[in-house]
T-cell receptor, first 114, second 112 residues
């Protein structure tokens, strides 16, 4: 079952602009993670935000988490052509039999034009 | 240099054949996972293992089997019972469930 739903499905911007991707989920979570996937490759872990955190930064990445709305956003600032990839959010459910699994969203395809 | 290795990169399966995808990690991670990705889609969990000699079914386990005899290895067998096996298969590992995953580079399986 898909826990996360991402919006938009595709995003096309110019180099230097900011890119914002959103993720909504349905059940209580332990943490939410963002991953990047270049075409035909494996996923690369970008950032993890725990359920008791509201905002986290890593380089040009900024992630927010609103547990009351069950949503998260990933902001990439000053985008570069090399940021072109698919971005996925993934949730780790809080406790129970789901402990140990990540459930992934459908992803946002980001294209950054030089 | 630690990492997770999947092989082969490309695999072709004839109708009615079983095939095994390899996944090896030298990260000393306890947990390992197999996901399937279809074109333009997210990842769906096939099987996962949190410790040696133990594994659990994911959301789409039918037609697949796994073993976890060693901490480093978590092979996935796609059996003839899997009616639509053409997909990109991704293996991952993690220290703990609430840490990020490290992914392999994937195996693309095609039925011919």
């Amino acid at each position: 079952s898909q826990q996360g739903e991402e919006d938009p499905q595709a995003l096309s911007i110019q180099e230097g602009e900011n890119a914002t991707m959103n993720c909504s989920y349905k059940t209580s979570i332990n943490n939410l993670q963002w991953y990047r996937q270049n075409s035909g490759r494996g996923l690369v872990h970008l950032i993890l935000i725990r359920s008791n955190e509201r905002e986290k930064h890593s380089g040009r990445l900024r992630v927010t988490l609103d547990t009351s709305k069950k949503s998260s956003s990933l902001l990439i600032t000053a985008s570069r052509a090399a940021d072109t990839a698919s971005y996925f959010c993934a949730t780790a459910n809080a406790g129970g039999t789901s402990y140990g699994k990540l459930t992934f969203g459908q992803g946002t395809i980001l294209t950054v034009h030089p | 240099d630690g990492g997770i290795t999947q092989s082969p990169k490309y695999l072709f399966r004839k109708e009615g054949q079983n095939v095994t995808l390899s996944c090896e990690q030298n990260l000393n991670h306890d947990a390992m996972y197999w996901y399937r990705q279809d074109p333009g889609q997210g990842l769906r969990l096939i099987y996962y293992s949190q410790i040696v000699n133990d594994f659990q079914k994911g959301d789409i386990a039918e037609g697949y089997s796994v073993s976890r005899e060693k901490k480093e290895s978590f092979p996935l067998t796609v059996t003839s019972a899997q009616k639509n096996p053409t997909a990109f298969y991704l293996c991952a590992s993690s220290i703990r469930a609430d840490y990020g995953y490290t992914f392999g580079s994937g195996t693309r399986l095609t039925v011919v």
